[in-house]
Structures are given as structure tokens and as C-alpha cells.
């Protein structure tokens, strides 16, 4: 048998499920209703509205990312030097909530945030005063950061078990302090898995709109609820496609970093 007939499924999944997605949200994002070229529904995200839900978006996504980083760095770090293998059972305790409902992690954590939940009721029966934790740019950080997280650990964590010991003892044996061995060698070294991190928190964080409806209350818009407005309240399928191509600049552009500074897969393969 023809080995290339076996990617056929794949390719007809691909062409079925995301080729022609894809070519629709273009075709609908640069037209308008009655079917004639137009670049309003690009040039749409100029407007205040979408502006500032774009840049609370961006800004929140980074501020995410960024925590995700400063956490699962020492984390993969103390992984490895456990010599914790990639199938041990504290690795899949942090595989283990991305096989879990992604709505129902976050719905957690809006009955432990909201006023009468269980953080609030915990500050209560110890007698100290409740905190308004729901519905707030804090909350939605929280919950980015606790979803995407593994996103971030495992690509570094997967990098850093790759760099050979002997490196890092030799650099010890140079006089190289633990700060100088991590600023000149483990740094440089796991970059891919530091930049497939990032780009796998930062791009799904940047588009979500679940986490910013359940712990923002609808009361903060981030530019992934505007588009998704845009397709179930206003059925303005034009617009949502078209501020969906802005969105597509930023995955192209962590696509392109990827290709960059990770051209062997290193980060990614988990």
C-alpha cells in the first residue's frame, strides 16, 4: 500500500475542518453584506470600542504570560532536578487539568471567587472582612493563569531535560555561580521552550472569552468577547471575521517566533 494514501483521513480532516474555516472567516471578514470587497470590518478595530478591547486584552494577556513564565521556570527547573521522568506521576498531575472540561476548571473558580463563595466565606469565619474578587481584571489574570499554566511548564520543562549535565558542570567547575550558570547557560539554552511557552499562553489568553465572561461578570470586555458578540448577539458574521483577521496577525507572528527560535520542535514536543 501507497504510504501516502495513510495521510489521506488527515488531509480531508484538515481541508473539511480548518482550510475551509479558515477561508470562510477571510472571505466574510473582507466583505460586507451584500457581498462587495471591503477592508471596514479590518479597519473596525481602530474604533474606541475595540480598541480598548483590544489593548485590556493584550495587556492582560501579557501580564498572564508573564506570571505563567516567572512560575513554571523554577518549577520545570526543580522538575528536572528531581530527575522527575516525562511519563512520572507528578508530570501527569500537571498534564491532568488540560484533560479536564476547560468550562467547568473555570466555573471552580468563580464559586471560590464571588461574594458569598468559598474564599469570602473562609475570611468571614475567621472574622476578617470579605474581598470583591469576582468581576474584576485580577480575577480574569487568575483564571488565564491557572488554565494555561501547564501550557507554559511543559515546554520548558521538556527543553530543560535536554541540556546535558555535563554542561552545567562544567560551567561550575569554570567558577560559574548558580546565577551566571542560569543567565548564561540554562537561559540561553532552553529559549525555544521558553518562546513555545509563551506563544501557547499568550495566543489563547489574548483570544478567550469564557474566562473573561464567568470571572469578569460581561462587565470587562476583552476583544475575544466582542467577536464572539459579534457572531451570536449581532450575527454580524462580517465584522467578527474581520476583527478575528486582526487577531490572526498576532498568531502569525508567534507562529513566526516558533519557526525562529525553535526550528528543531523541541519545545513543543512533549
Not at 470562510?24 to 477592508?39: E, H, M, N, P, R
Not at 531535560?161 to 560559574?176: E, F, M, R, S, V
Amino acid at each position: 500500500m501507497n504510504k501516502k494514501l495513510l495521510s489521506g483521513p488527515y488531509l480531508v480532516w484538515m481541508v473539511g475542518f480548518t482550510v475551509i474555516p479558515l477561508l470562510l472567516i477571510v472571505y466574510y471578514g473582507l466583505t460586507d453584506k451584500s457581498g462587495a470587497f471591503t477592508l471596514a470590518n479590518i479597519v473596525s478595530i481602530t474604533t474606541a470600542e475595540h480598541a480598548k478591547a483590544l489593548w485590556l486584552s493584550l495587556g492582560l494577556s501579557f501580564i498572564s504570560t508573564m506570571i505563567c513564565l516567572v512560575l513554571a521556570y523554577p518549577l520545570a527547573m526543580i522538575l528536572r532536578k528531581r530527575g522527575v521522568g516525562r511519563g512520572s506521576f507528578v508530570v501527569f498531575i500537571f498534564i491532568l487539568p488540560m484533560w479536564m472540561n476547560f468550562l467547568l476548571r473555570t466555573l471552580a473558580w468563580q464559586t471560590l471567587l464571588e461574594r458569598n463563595g468559598v474564599i469570602n466565606g473562609i475570611l468571614k469565619a475567621l472574622h476578617l472582612p470579605g474581598q470583591s474578587l469576582i468581576n474584576t481584571p485580577g480575577a480574569i489574570i487568575l483564571g488565564m493563569v491557572y488554565n494555561f499554566l501547564p501550557f507554559m511548564v511543559l515546554p520548558i520543562y521538556n527543553v530543560l531535560c535536554k541540556i546535558d549535565d555535563n554542561t552545567i558542570n562544567a560551567a561550575h567547575d569554570l567558577g560559574a555561580d548558580f546565577y551566571q550558570t542560569l543567565v548564561r547557560i540554562w537561559m540561553p539554552l532552553s529559549i525555544p521552550g521558553i518562546i513555545s511557552g509563551i506563544t501557547m499562553v499568550f495566543v489563547p489568553a489574548l483570544t478567550t472569552f469564557v474566562i473573561s465572561n464567568l470571572l469578569g461578570g460581561s462587565k470587562i470586555l476583552l476583544i475575544g468577547n466582542v467577536i464572539e458578540q459579534e457572531f451570536t448577539r449581532g450575527s454580524n458574521w462580517h465584522l467578527g471575521s474581520g476583527l478575528s483577521l486582526v487577531l490572526m496577525i498576532f498568531i502569525l507572528a508567534s507562529m513566526a517566533l516558533i519557526a525562529k527560535y525553535d526550528k528543531e520542535g523541541e519545545g513543543t514536543a512533549f
